[in-house]
T-cell receptor, first 112, second 122 residues
Framework: KQEVTQIPAALSVPEGENLVLNCSFTDSAIYNLQWFRQDPGKGLTSLLL?????REQTSGRLNASLDKSSGRSTLYIAASQPGDSATYLCAARRSNDYKLSFGAGTTVTVRA | GAVVSQHPSWVICKSGTSVKIECRSLDFQATTMFWYRQFPKQSLMLMAT?????????EQGVEKDKFLINHASLTLSTLTVTSAHPEDSSFYIC??????????????????FGDGTRLSIL
């Protein structure tokens, strides 16, 4: 059974600082890994999806890396802004399966 | 972009009531939809996979008689929490798989999530 862990559970930084969010998974036989953003009381917004054959994906200030062999993915957010305050979830999709295994998330607060 | 609408967004009801939650894909077809449950500060847990025109597949530990799922069309799945009790209070989120993108390899098809339903049972 795939277990996904996100550390830290919460993070508070001043505006402008770069953010580093960690995600680890126990089963390296994943098809892809996805990062989501969740605002309080809301659903999920997909940020980045990394296929198992890829090492990283970038979108604007966001960059996600994937190291399957070590079971880790990292989400980098450059020059953080107060609007980046949210909970960030990672989810691993099993090979040949559509089911997602989610981490508990990292709640980020960016102080103005 | 693909939009999934979930209704209602928030419901409060008395213990013993049955509550129906709708999940609609607004601009794409979805033969498969997923229902998740999320407790505060915890991860999303997959409850069941809803398949259009057939029975839902439930995850281990989820009571199928408690959480009734119906997927009658390519754009609508419903989750009914029967005889709800306070321990059923949670945040329920659906997602839908877009058939039209991702090429032939079905695993590339992205999931699009609804905004969730906050269920509070008194």
């Amino acid at each position: 059974k795939q277990e996904v862990t996100q550390i830290p559970a919460a993070l508070s930084v001043p505006e402008g600082e770069n953010l580093v969010l960690n995600c680890s998974f126990t089963d390296s036989a994943i098809y892809n890994l996805q990062w989501f953003r969740q605002d309080p009381g809301k659903g999920l917004t997909s940020l980045l999806l990394i296929q198992s054959s890829q090492r990283e994906q970038t979108s604007g200030r966001l960059n996600a890396s994937l190291d399957k062999s070590s079971g880790r993915s990292t989400l980098y957010i450059a020059a953080s802004q107060p609007g980046d305050s949210a909970t960030y979830l990672c989810a691993a999709r099993r090979s040949n399966d559509y089911k997602l295994s989610f981490g508990a998330g990292t709640t980020v607060t960016v102080r103005a | 972009g693909a939009v999934v609408s979930q209704h209602p967004s928030w419901v409060i009801c008395k213990s013993g009531t049955s509550v129906k939650i709708e999940c609609r894909s607004l601009d794409f077809q979805a033969t498969t939809m997923f229902w998740y449950r999320q407790f505060p500060k915890q991860s999303l847990m997959l409850m069941a996979t809803s398949n259009e025109g057939s029975k839902a597949t439930y995850e281990q530990g989820v009571e199928k008689d408690k959480f009734l799922i119906n997927h009658a069309s390519l754009t609508l799945s419903t989750l009914t929490v029967t005889s709800a009790h306070p321990e059923d209070s949670s945040f329920y989120i659906c997602s839908a798989r877009d058939l039209s993108t991702g090429g032939k390899r079905y695993s590339n098809q992205p999931q699009h999530f609804g905004d969730g339903t906050r269920l509070s049972i008194l």
